[in-house]
Every structure is written in C-alpha cells, then in structure tokens.
C-alpha cells in the first residue's frame, strides 16, 4: 500500500488563502490585513515634479494651497511687489533666468546674496518673510527636509541686531517733515497722514484701510483690524492729530456727503486717490523718502537715517513712555498681545518724564492754520 504524501505548508496556507478569498472577496481580505498591521501597504509614489521659478510664481498667486490665497489684500499686494523684486533678481543673477529649476533657486548662497542686498533690517525682514512663505507654498514636498529645515530655521531667519536701537524722530525733525509735507502732491493729504500715524501709533496698512466710518467722532479714536487679528479695535488719538485728521475728511468729501447715501459715504477710505481704493502703503513710503531726501540736503537726516510709518510708530511710543505712561498702557495702544514686543521699542530711553499722554511734546502743539481752518484750507489750495 502506497504513503500518501502529505501536503506542505506552503501548499496548504495557499489552500486556505484561497478559500478565504473566494469566501470573502479580496477587497476585504487585503483590508484586514492590512488593519491588522500583518503586512504594510506600500504605495508606490510618483517622483514630484520639480518647478521652473516661472511655474512655481503661477503656482504661488493661484494654488487653493498656498501662502498667498488667505492672505488680507494688502499682504497679497505686498507679496506681489515681492515677488517682482525676487525675480528681477533671479533673472540677473542665473543664466536661466525663470526657467531655472526651483531646486537652484532655493539655495543657500543664492538666497543670502539676495537679502544681503538689502541694508534696512526692516526690509530683509519683509523679503524673508515673503521667500519663506514662497518656498513653503511651492518648495517644501520638493527640496530635501534638511534643506527646507535649514533654510526657514537658518538662512530665512533674520535676527534683530541688539546693537540697533530704535530711535525716535526729534522735535526738530518733526517740525521739519510737518512742514515739508505741505510742499508735496497732495499736500493735505500727506499733512494728515504724518498727524494721524504720529498721534496713533497705528501700522501703515492699518492706516490705509480706514474708513470714514471707522471714525469715532465722540470718543477722538479709530477703529482699525489690527495685524493678524479678525475683529476691529479701537485706537485712541491725541486732540490734535484728531482735530488734523478730522479737518482733512471734511475738507476732502464735504461734498461727497451731500451727494452720496450714509451708506456709500461711510465706505470711503479716508487715505485714498479716489475715496473708492485705499491708498497703497508704497505711495506713503515712497512720499516719506522723498521727504527723508529733501531733510538729507537740509542737514535734518543722516545719509543712514530712516523715515517711515514704522519710524512715526516708534516716535508715537517712545515719547508717550517719556511722558510717564505705562508700559503696559503704551502695548495696549500699539496692539501688542506680548508685552515683550513693546519694551523692544523702548530700551535705552532716557530718564522718564512725569507727564500724561495730552502733555506728550506733540499732543498739544497749538498751530494758528489749525484755529483758523479757512486759513488751513487756504494754504493747502494754493
């Protein structure tokens, strides 16, 4: 009688593998495997496609994921100058120009050449802020983890220079920056500007974005959307940046509030070239250097000096702090949630004056063409 052979393991696990699938499908078989942790399921991914510097832009200003889509309007068109600036660079530095590959572009020379250029620590700033979250939109599956932690952790990050103190304008150049705006285009305009950014203490695109019905005519304050935030808040003014600011809104849209309704009246942007857009933030910036220029032939400014919304926000601080105000008062007026980024704008001030804010050197300056507004206009229409 002949031995019957048994089967081998192999053969019956292959049995019953089969019986388990014919029974319940392979789709269920393949998921609890798969659930049970027996066997990883490998996907096999396809290698990503490395972008010209021409597809990441369109990618950057269009993609549903990136940086750019969620940002306030004038974030995007500050990131949109940006961007015009980077890839002027990149056409004259690289031989490819925009049809350089990404990879080469997100180097570490090359990205340090560029911001070098840059000698104000504020615009380095604002050009790293815009590389960062260019290469996080379109670089970050693509570039090496390392690179990527390397470049925003290292090469994007500038630091302050603890040797960079922030100064405030001096009453001299105060006067001197009041009176040479009433010499420029749009005289009154640019006058109330450095008024309301001196007696505020708000941001440039927070003064550029407010509305006539922002305005609290009772209380002297403004309702601006501080940075990063999503609800309004109130900002206090001093009387006579007020009174400047005031006077300039009824002066430019009296008629404007004959002929519209409340409504589209409310909605005028108070800083603006039509009181339909509000007025780029590089228009104030660009008139502020221009002025800073006329001060340098005047001996007023330093060749390294600088003038600008950023400056008039240090001013506004610094003085306040002087005349005895707390700090903790002077970050609620700034809208600073961390009490660490006011004392920034205040280390090495001199000794403190004993005074309230309404006694600040610029508070209550009394000037005769603000008593007599018709002289006010007058001198403005000239």
Not at 129 to 139: G, I, N
Not at 348 to 368: F, I, T
Request: proline content about 2%; overall charge positive.
């Amino acid at each position: 009688m002949s031995k019957i052979r048994q089967k081998s393991k192999k053969a019956l696990f292959d049995e019953k593998l089969a019986q388990l699938i014919g029974e319940f499908g392979p789709a269920m078989f393949e998921k609890e495997i798969l659930k049970k942790n027996i066997i990883k399921k490998v996907i096999k991914e396809e290698p990503k496609k490395i972008l010209t510097f021409e597809e990441a832009e369109n990618l950057f200003f269009t993609s549903p994921t990136s940086y750019f889509v969620d940002k306030r309007e004038e974030t995007q068109r500050g990131y949109k100058s940006e961007m015009r600036s980077f890839k002027g660079f990149i056409e004259k530095e690289l031989t490819s120009g925009t049809k350089v590959l990404i990879t080469e572009v997100f180097n570490k020379e090359i990205i340090l050449k560029y911001l070098n250029k840059q000698q104000n620590m504020g615009t380095r700033k604002k050009k790293s802020s815009f590389l960062r979250a260019f290469l996080k939109s379109v670089a970050k599956d693509i570039l090496d983890k390392k690179q990527v932690d390397f470049l925003l952790g290292k090469t994007l990050k500038i630091k302050d220079n603890p040797n960079c103190i922030p100064k405030a304008l001096t009453s001299e150049q105060i006067n001197f920056i009041l009176e040479a705006a009433k010499e420029t285009t749009s005289a009154l305009r640019n006058y109330a500007i450095f008024w309301t950014l001196l007696g505020s203490g708000i941001r440039a695109n927070e003064l550029v974005n407010i509305q006539i019905k922002d305005i609290d005519w009772n209380d002297k304050a403004i309702l601006i959307m501080p940075k990063g935030k999503s609800e309004y808040e109130k900002r206090y003014m001093t009387d006579v940046s007020f009174d400047v600011m005031s006077t300039y809104v009824q002066f430019m849209y009296a008629d404007k509030k004959e002929r519209y309704t409340k409504l589209k009246y409310s909605e005028i942007y108070i800083f603006s070239t039509n009181g339909t857009n509000a007025l780029a933030t590089s228009t104030i910036r660009e008139m502020m250097n221009n002025i800073k220029k006329r001060g340098i032939q005047e001996k007023m400014f330093s060749e390294d000096a600088s003038l600008s919304p950023h400056i008039l926000r240090h001013t506004f601080s610094l003085y306040a702090y002087e005349s005895g105000m707390e700090i903790y008062k002077i970050s609620k007026l700034l809208g600073h949630e961390n009490i660490n980024t006011t004392q920034t704008y205040l280390r090495l001030l001199p000794d403190q004056v004993k005074k309230e804010l309404e006694k600040h050197p610029y508070a209550n300056v009394e000037l005769e063409y603000l008593k007599q507004k018709e002289a006010l206009y007058g001198k403005f229409a000239d």
